[in-house]
């Protein structure tokens, strides 16, 4: 089962690209407004996610839960809004490469963050230096990435 894990995370990192192109044309065919794009893609969502927790059933039990629980709790909503406001943003002025690139770092550093000082409740994963050399290859894949072609115009003439 654990195979199956990786595969499933491997296709949303394919779903985070695909939404992003998809959400970046929307805002294009909305006159180019990002934010009513966003908006637009987060109640697709919403709705989609309703109609599978109704399915599932528990959403009343969950909803009556809601008011006991932190309000920090709600935040990964807020960011997910403003990941997605920013990718419909910078996908047009930066590319997809690069911003897609860029986010999976912030992600990198984040998690291994969160995993190390087992932050929100996550289980505690130390960060070995092992670890640590494969995001300095990471990093430095993406540095080629963002600037293959200064450095190919610069070093292979």
Do not use: E
Request: with cysteine; proline share 3%; aromatic share 8%.
């Amino acid at each position: 089962m654990g195979m199956t894990y990786y595969v499933i995370a491997f296709a949303a990192g394919l779903g985070i690209t695909l939404q992003t192109t998809l959400n970046s044309q929307l805002a294009k065919g909305l006159g180019g407004d990002p934010v009513t794009a966003a908006l637009f893609s987060f109640t697709a969502g919403a709705f989609s996610l309703g109609i599978y927790a109704l399915l599932r059933g528990g959403l009343m039990t969950s909803l009556a839960a809601i008011p006991s629980q932190p309000l920090w709790s709600l935040a990964g909503g807020m960011i997910g809004a403003c990941a997605l406001f920013s990718y419909v943003v910078l996908a047009p002025k930066i590319g997809f490469s690069a911003l897609l690139g860029l986010a999976i770092v912030g992600q990198l550093l984040s998690s291994q963050m969160i995993d190390h000082f087992g932050l929100l409740g996550a289980v505690r994963r130390p960060v070995s230096l092992l670890r640590l050399g494969g995001m300095l290859v990471m990093l430095i894949g993406l540095a080629v990435m963002l600037f293959s072609d200064r450095l190919s115009a610069r070093y292979l003439q």
